[in-house]
């Protein structure tokens, strides 16, 4: 079956940090990637997403994802992190086979201290 | 459009008892998915609809859950009954069809059993 593992469950950072998540897969064929993210208090967001074309993927509030295939991975960056950062994260795969089964790794907190 | 609907919001109940959550997806979309989220064990999927029939309920724990989609415009979930490991946050979300880019979350129903 396939499996998202996300590594680091807990990240502190102070602001203008920069972030970088892991999150690998264990599919290996056609994958699409996701990114998404929980601030407190709120509902699941789409920070970004890899469909194909270019590895390396411009999300939202200056992240980016880049996904290397001979790694089966897919970590999130970001340059310089800011308090409204502060929130889970989530990396999620679903394959092609599977049709729809988005599976979703453990989530990483990241705490970003002012 | 007001977004996927959950309700209620906070749900505290006794073990024992039973628990029905309540998902209204948004208007045109296809696909309806049911997610727990715990801390142990972060997101996973409990089953989804396509055109208000199950396709995949593999992930539903055991017995004590069950999920229906009567039409279109509602979901439930159902916990019966129910146990203090049960505790969670509950998602639903929803997409227009396959191969959609994102899923759109409701806000959750934190459930908690005593």
């Known amino acids: 079956a396939q499996s998202v593992s996300q590594h680091n469950h807990h990240v502190i950072l102070s602001e203008a940090a920069s972030l970088e998540l892991g999150c690998n897969y264990s599919?290996?064929?056609?994958?699409?990637l996701f990114w998404y993210v929980q601030y407190p208090g709120q509902h699941l967001q789409l920070l970004l997403k890899?469909?194909?074309?270019?590895?390396l993927v411009k999300g939202i509030k200056g992240f980016e994802a880049e996904f290397i295939k001979s790694k089966f991975s897919f970590n999130l960056r970001k340059p310089s992190v800011q308090w409204s950062d502060t929130a889970e994260y989530f990396c999620?795969?679903?394959?092609?086979?599977?049709?729809?089964?988005?599976?979703f790794g453990s989530g990483t907190r990241l705490l970003v201290r002012p | 459009d007001a977004g996927v609907i959950q309700s209620p919001r906070h749900e505290v109940t006794e073990m024992g008892q039973e628990v029905t959550l309540r998902c209204k997806p948004i208007?045109?979309?296809?696909?309806l998915f049911w997610y727990r989220q715990t801390m142990m064990r972060g997101l996973e999927l409990l089953i989804y609809?396509?055109?208000?029939?199950?396709?995949?309920d593999s992930g539903m724990p055991e017995d004590r859950f069950s999920a229906k989609m009567p039409n279109a415009s509602f979901s439930t979930l159902k916990i019966q009954p129910s146990e203090p490991r049960d505790s969670a946050v509950y998602f639903c979300?929803?997409?227009?069809?396959?191969?959609?880019?994102?899923?759109?979350f409701g806000s959750g129903t934190q459930l908690s059993v005593l």
């Open positions: 979300a929803s997409t227009p069809g396959p191969r959609e880019e994102k899923l759109f």
């Open positions: 208007s045109g979309h296809d696909y």
């Open positions: 999620a795969v679903n394959d092609e086979d599977s049709s729809y089964k988005l599976i």
């Open positions: 599919y290996g064929g056609t994958v699409n």
């Open positions: 609809f396509n055109n208000n029939v199950p396709i995949d």
């Open positions: 890899y469909f194909s074309g270019d590895p």
